[in-house]
């Protein structure tokens, strides 16, 4: 079975660049046809939608992050990672990396458990 692991930083100063990465086992990152998220949730908030990068390393990011988001991988280490710069404390909160259909992600109109696997999530504050 598929297992996803964050790991990084629990803490983070304002300004600085938010550096997770998501520790792929089970599947591989390059396997068709898959898409490999990072989602969060603020405390009190609902699940948002970072973005995602696909098997083939195409990336999407939303709207809202973009200009501040970036993703990576190392397929040597079936790994991917994300970069989120300039930080505040409203990007306090749990960010998981989860895996859907990729065919899911481009169609839309999609719900949370049509990513079948997700990481336990790791806590990361924003905070001076």
């Known amino acids: 079975q598929v297992q996803l692991q964050e790991s990084g930083p629990g803490l983070v100063k304002p300004s600085q660049t938010l550096s997770l990465t998501c520790t792929v086992s089970?599947?591989?990152?390059?396997?068709?046809?898959?898409?490999w998220s990072w989602i969060r949730q603020p405390p009190g908030k609902g699940l948002e939608w970072m973005g995602v990068?696909?098997?083939?390393?195409?990336?999407y990011y939303s709207p809202s992050l973009k200009c501040r988001t970036s993703f990576s991988r190392d397929t040597s280490k079936n790994q991917f990672s994300l970069q989120l710069s300039s930080v505040t404390p409203e990007d306090t909160a749990v960010y998981y990396c989860a895996r859907a259909a990729l065919d899911t992600v481009v169609a839309g109109n999609w719900a949370w458990d049509e990513y079948d696997y997700w990481g336990q999530g790791t806590q990361v504050t924003v905070s001076s």
């Open positions: 089970g599947g591989s990152i390059t396997t068709s046809y898959y898409a």
């Open positions: 990068i696909a098997y083939d390393g195409s990336t």
